[in-house]
């Protein structure tokens, strides 16, 4: 079945301390890949996305995202994680219609 | 606020009642999105509007749910004969005009329907 996964559903980890946020999908052919967040009490916003080009992609607050096609993922990162990046992360796969992942929480202490 | 919003916020019924929600998406965005989000689950799509047209439905919408978007602006989405199962938070979410898979699609804060 075409699915979404994501491999941590919890990540603690101290001030800059790297993150590295696994996904992988089970999608053939082309496919649009998102990083959505959800920090505590706000809407779900997009950190980055990708759809075509250079496979190394940044998005807002010092996140990247690598797409390895081969490999079927699009995992998330962040040199140096911040108190305020606690949140809850989903990746989202978009053909005709989006397919999100069951999502991570980070916690970051401070 | 020019995001997208989404009435009520919070809704609490006795199983059997039915429900409507309400999504008003960001302005001149032509295409509408339902979800929903149960506790430790990212969002499940339900449906989508391109204007006025409904063009997708997941299987997830029973004969119990109902969407629509008459004008193409607001969209309303009603369940009928509510269930336990019904339980869980509705997101609204809105993408531009050009209505693609690339677009990204901008989130209300949802609503959270607790069905007794």
């Known amino acids: 079945a075409q699915s979404v996964s994501q491999h941590n559903h919890h990540v603690i980890l101290s001030e800059a301390a790297s993150l590295e946020l696994g996904c992988n999908y089970s999608y053939g052919g082309t496919v649009n890949l998102f990083w959505y967040v959800q920090y505590p009490g706000q809407h779900l916003q997009l950190l980055l996305k990708y759809f075509s080009g250079d496979p190394l992609v940044k998005g807002i607050k010092g996140f990247e995202a690598e797409f390895i096609k081969s490999k079927f993922s699009f995992n998330l990162r962040k040199p140096s994680v911040q108190w305020s990046d606690t949140a809850e992360y989903f990746c989202a796969v978009n053909r005709n219609d989006m397919r999100f992942g069951a999502g991570t929480r980070l916690t970051v202490k401070p | 606020d020019t995001g997208v919003s989404q009435d009520p916020r919070h809704k609490i019924t006795k199983r059997g009642q039915n429900v409507t929600f309400r999504c008003d998406p960001i302005?001149?965005?032509?295409?509408l999105y339902w979800y929903r989000q149960t506790l430790g689950q990212g969002p499940e799509f339900l449906t989508y509007f391109q204007n006025e047209a409904q063009l997708e439905k997941s299987r997830l919408l029973s004969d119990r749910f109902s969407a629509e978007r008459p004008k193409g602006s607001f969209s309303t989405l009603e369940i009928q004969r509510t269930e336990q199962g019904d339980s869980a938070m509705y997101l609204c979410a809105s993408s531009p005009v050009a209505g693609a898979s690339t677009d990204t699609q901008y989130f209300g804060p949802g609503t959270r329907l607790t069905v007794l």
């Open positions: 302005s001149e965005h032509n295409r």
